[in-house]
């Protein structure tokens, strides 16, 4: 079935420090993908999106490609910040637009 | 964007009390919202889906007499946890699936609930 799976965490970096979660995905047929953040104490909010093949998301300086022949939608940021501590969710809606899955969910702490 | 509001965000209760939660979509008519369940781990378990004026549909392990969701118009659903106890403690979040760009849910800011 379907299905995401996304690197466990915690993780924990320096202001400034490059980001990378990965993020895969197992799908029949065309996905759309998505990361969320949820901030401690709230909801989940929407990061970005990708909704077909080669397309990059890109928000508050977070990015994701869809990259179908890897199967990944990897969230990379340049260079974090504090404010950026949050837990990031990956998360795919079928085809049929009527299933969701989300990955785990990976705590990120960014230390001054 | 999109605005989907929870209330309350937190509710303390006694065992054996119920306990109602709304989740309200304020700018758009939401035909389906869905309900979560997010474990100390972070984790979300999605719990039931509602469509607007029909039964939920609960995943498996979800008791529906225990855990009541009702989905009368379209910008308002509620859970009830009935004869709550304090390991129905939990954060509760749900969301909404909304018409103006497909696929996207849209979320609440999420339910926190303590039973003593």
């Known amino acids: 079935g379907d299905s995401v799976t996304q690197m466990e965490g915690p993780v924990t970096l320096s202001e400034e420090a490059f980001l990378t979660i990965n993020c895969t995905y197992t799908?029949?047929?065309?996905?759309?993908l998505f990361w969320y953040v949820q901030y401690p104490g709230e909801g989940l909010q929407l990061l970005l999106k990708a909704t077909k093949a080669d397309d990059k998301g890109s928000n508050k300086g977070f990015e994701a490609t869809y990259r179908k022949e890897t199967t990944s939608f990897h969230l990379e940021k340049g260079s974090v910040q504090v404010s950026d501590s949050a837990v990031y969710f990956c998360?795919?809606?079928?085809?049929?637009?009527?299933?969701?899955?989300f990955g785990t969910g990976t705590s990120l702490t960014v230390i001054p | 964007g999109a605005v989907v509001s929870q209330h309350p965000s937190w509710v303390i209760c006694k065992s054996g009390t119920s306990v109602k939660i709304e989740c309200r979509s304020l700018d758009f008519q939401a035909t389906t919202m869905f309900w979560y369940r997010q474990f100390p781990k972070q984790s979300l378990m999605l719990m039931a889906t509602?469509?607007?004026?029909?039964?939920?549909?609960?995943e498996q392990g979800v008791e529906k007499d225990k855990f009541l969701i009702n989905h009368a118009s379209l910008t308002l659903s509620t859970l009830t946890v009935t004869s709550a106890h304090p390991e129905d403690s939990s954060f509760y979040i749900c969301?909404?699936?909304?018409?103006?760009?497909?696929?996207?849910?849209?979320f609440g800011e999420g339910s926190r609930l303590t039973v003593l």
């Open positions: 969301s909404a699936k909304g018409s103006i760009v497909t696929g996207e849910l849209f």
């Open positions: 998360a795919l809606i079928t085809n049929t637009g009527n299933q969701f899955y």
């Open positions: 509602s469509n607007e004026g029909s039964k939920a549909t609960y």
């Open positions: 799908a029949t047929g065309y996905p759309s």
